[in-house]
T-cell receptor, first 111, second 110 residues
Framework: DAGVIQSPRHEVTEMGQEVTLRCKPI?????LFWYRQTMMRGLELLIY????????DSGMPEDRFSAKMPNASFSTLKIQPSEPRDSAVYFC?????????FGEGSWLTVV | DAKTTQPNSMESNEEEPVHLPCNHS???????IHWYRQLPSQGPEYVIH???SNVNNRMASLAIAEDRKSSTLILHRATLRDAAVYYC???????????FGAGTRLTVKP
């Protein structure tokens, strides 16, 4: 299996621009997670889905962030408008059962 | 939310055993204890998990205290590739809500 696939791997964007991060979970997995990692705040759970339905979005920082999962094989995390404080590594992960599998992350820099 | 407490950092010598502690005094009876690790510039990866009994797999062993208020991840022979941040996490039995703390940064010296 190819594992969790994220794109883009690296993105540099200007403040105010829209950013869309994409994720393809492992086939057959029923949970999908979005995490954000920074030096200051560590690894934060932003939102997670079960069978494409958002279960808990309490970690989403503010209305500028939104996440969707239109089908079992695709999810997006969108930031609009982006700000420099959104610079972080964003991880997508998926699971079926006890183990969560992480992607390699999308490294976002907002200048 | 049940929380965990881990030392910020630990050091080990290569090929020696490493015992990484985790305190979780507010654990509920149905919380699972999970361990993940994050190698540099990578996403976290699963190491091991357990509920009440000690567990072994090819990567590590997990020793759980009888009262379940603490646990220890054991790497039997540390290698340089084991240098990572190790996270101890409590997962509720009825969902997959997995929230990471600061973890323990393990340094392995040759």
């Amino acid at each position: 299996d190819a594992g969790v696939i994220q794109s883009p791997r690296h993105e540099v964007t200007e403040m105010g621009q829209e950013v869309t991060l994409r994720c393809k979970p492992i086939s057959g997995h029923d949970y999908l997670f979005w995490y954000r990692q920074t030096m200051m705040r560590g690894l934060e759970l932003l939102i997670y889905f079960n069978n494409n339905v958002p279960i808990d979005d309490s970690g989403m920082p503010e209305d500028r962030f939104s996440a969707k999962m239109p089908n079992a094989s695709f999810s997006t995390l969108k930031i609009q408008p982006s700000e420099p404080r959104d610079s972080a590594v964003y991880f997508c992960a998926s699971s079926y059962g006890n183990t969560i599998y992480f992607g390699e992350g999308s490294w976002l820099t907002v200048v | 939310d049940a929380k965990t407490t881990q030392p910020n950092s630990m050091e080990s010598n290569e090929e020696e055993p490493v015992h990484l502690p985790c305190n979780h005094s507010t654990i509920s009876g149905t919380d699972y204890i999970h361990w993940y690790r994050q190698l540099p510039s990578q996403g976290p990866e699963y190491v091991i998990h357990g509920l009440t009994s000690n567990v072994n797999n090819r990567m590590a062993s997990l020793a759980i205290a009888e009262d379940r208020k603490s646990s220890t991840l054991i790497l039997h022979r540390a290698t340089l590739r084991d240098a990572a941040v190790y996270y101890c996490i409590l997962r509720p039995h009825n969902n997959n809500d997995m929230r990471f703390g600061a973890g323990t940064r393990l340094t392995v010296k040759p």
